[in-house]
T-cell receptor, first 111, second 117 residues
Framework: KQEVTQIPAALSVPEGENLVLNCSFT??????LQWFRQDPGKGLTSLLL?????REQTSGRLNASLDKSSGRSTLYIAASQPGDSATYLC??????????FGTGTRLKVLA | NAGVTQTPKFQVLKTGQSMTLQCAQD?????MSWYRQDPGMGLRLIHY???????DQGEVPNGYNVSRSTTEDFPLRLLSAAPSQTSVYFC????????????????FGEGSWLTVV
């Protein structure tokens, strides 16, 4: 059974710092991996989707990497801002519509 | 463009009561699903549907019922509410080959907070 783990569960950093969020999964037979952002009281918003044939995806200050063989993905946030404060979730996609979510990392960026 | 709309946003139920959480999407997506989110557990799939008239169970289906009579709507029914069903419920939808084909991502509603006392 696929298990997805995100460490740390919570992270607090000063504004301007570069940071890395981690996601690990137990079964490397995945199609894609996706990172989401969840603001308090809101649903999930897609940030980046990495296809299994890719090693990374970039969007603005965000860069996500994928290493299937080791079962790991990282989300790199450059020059963090207070507006980046949210919970970040990763999900591995094992087939059409088959999303398995991690428990998330709650990020707080201090002004 | 409304996306995925869930109602109600908040609900308090007494043990044994029944209720329906509504979900509607206006993107003509084939796939719709219901998740529950609990602290330390991540999102867990309750039920899903790959098209009108087709539903199936997810990881935690017990105590919940669904139907899909139209492409747009996918209501979740709690048959006899229990305190263990206190959670945040999210409805989601995606187009064909969601998650597998690049760009066919999943879209979430804003959640329904349910408390069972």
């Amino acid at each position: 059974k696929q298990e997805v783990t995100q460490i740390p569960a919570a992270l607090s950093v000063p504004e301007g710092e570069n940071l890395v969020l981690n996601c690990s999964f137990t079964d490397s037979a995945i199609y894609n991996l996706q990172w989401f952002r969840q603001d308090p009281g809101k649903g999930l918003t897609s940030l980046l989707l990495i296809q299994s044939s890719q090693r990374e995806q970039t969007s603005g200050r965000l860069n996500a990497s994928l290493d299937k063989s080791s079962g790991r993905s990282t989300l790199y946030i450059a020059a963090s801002q207070p507006g980046d404060s949210a919970t970040y979730l990763c999900a591995v996609i094992g087939g059409t519509y088959k999303y398995i979510f991690g428990t998330g990392t709650r990020l707080k960026v201090l002004a | 463009n409304a996306g995925v709309t869930q109602t109600p946003k908040f609900q308090v139920l007494k043990t044994g009561q029944s209720m329906t959480l509504q979900c509607a999407q206006d993107m003509n997506h084939e796939y719709m699903s219901w998740y529950r989110q609990d602290p330390g557990m991540g999102l867990r799939l309750i039920h899903y549907s790959v098209g009108a008239g087709i539903t199936d169970q997810g990881e935690v289906p017990n105590g919940y019922n669904v139907s899909r009579s139209t492409t747009e709507d996918f209501p979740l029914r709690l048959l006899s509410a229990a305190p263990s069903q206190t959670s945040v419920y999210f409805c989601a939808s995606s187009p064909a080959n969601g998650g597998v084909s690049s760009g066919n991502t999943i879209y979430f509603g804003e959640g329904s907070w349910l408390t069972v006392v």
